[in-house]
């Protein structure tokens, strides 16, 4: 059977009425999908100044009965969305969070790309360890996913082009071992875009608090249209993505 995860990104959750709502209206509509939905996989920047009262208020408006995968972005907070979130609990204080879940035999991996105190992004040598003993460590033919926040290939977008993710081609050469990731999953850019990494799909999420009309549109415009979601189908080597727009 094949598994479908919701992929949204970019909530900047920050106590408005706004960012409330847009969040709100999303996670409303994922519960309007059939067939259903077998997770949510959020890919950063999840509030937007990384205070704990926000992730209180991303707790209120995140729940559900499905797993919900998270990895920080540039404006999230390690330690705050491991204290109000339970994200990566079992790490203490501000180390990388690097999660894998089983989602119906579809291994999840989020990896921390953020790097603490900038907006471009960099996986640690210890979190491309950590990718590595986990792929290299699961049950053969299982196929996995990879999601993080900033996206390893060029956005191609004025407002993010200079904060992308720096040594991406160490990801490369990791993924060129592990040929069981089928996918790459980021966000960031505020803008859905579907390009190749590594030989794989790499696709980027649609904002929710905000979302770009198109990759020039860096006007206050971008709060004027409407937030959106990807959904992805995953059959062993197979995926098919589609981009939602929730009006």
């Known amino acids: 059977m094949p598994t479908t995860l919701a992929h949204i990104s970019d909530l900047h959750v920050d106590g408005t009425g706004a960012a409330t709502e847009r969040v709100t209206r999303v996670v409303r509509h ?3 999908l059939a067939p259903r939905v077998d997770a949510l996989v959020v890919t950063g920047d999840v509030a937007d ?18 797993p919900v ?3 920080p972005g540039n404006h999230d907070d390690r330690a705050a969305l491991r204290r109000v979130l339970r994200v990566d609990a079992r790490q203490g204080g501000d ?13 999840v991996l989020a990896c921390d790309s953020t790097v603490p105190g900038q907006d471009h992004g960099y996986l640690s040598d210890g979190t491309l360890a950590w990718l590595d003993r986990t792929l290299a460590d699961a049950e053969p033919r299982v196929p996995a996913v990879l999601a993080l926040h900033h996206p390893p290939e060029e956005a191609g977008i ?5 904060y992308p993710q720096r040594g991406s081609s160490r990801l490369a050469a990791l993924l060129d071992r592990h040929r ?11 803008l859905a875009s579907v390009t190749s990494f590594a030989g794989r799909p790499l696709v980027v ?10 990759p020039w549109d860096l006007t206050e415009s971008m709060h004027r249209q409407p937030p959106g979601l990807a959904l992805h189908v995953i059959d062993g080597t197979v995926v098919l993505s589609h981009v939602l727009a929730v009006a």
């Not at 100044?49 to 499905?66: C, K, M, N, P, T």
């Not at 180390?95 to 291994?107: E, F, Q, R, S, T």
């Not at 004025?158 to 200079?162: F, G, H, L, Q, T």
């Open 69 to 71: 995968v998270i990895c």
């Open 158 to 162: 004025e407002a993010v082009s200079p």
């Open 180 to 190: 069981r990731v089928v996918a790459v999953l980021a966000g960031h850019a505020h």
């Open 95 to 107: 180390a990388p969070i690097n999660l894998a879940v089983d989602v119906g035999g579809l291994l």
């Open 205 to 214: 999420a649609p904002g929710v608090a905000s979302s770009l009309a198109s």
């Open 49 to 66: 100044h990384g205070a704990e009262d926000e992730y209180e208020l991303v707790r209120s408006l995140l729940r559900w009965d499905r």
């Open 30 to 32: 994922l519960d309007t």
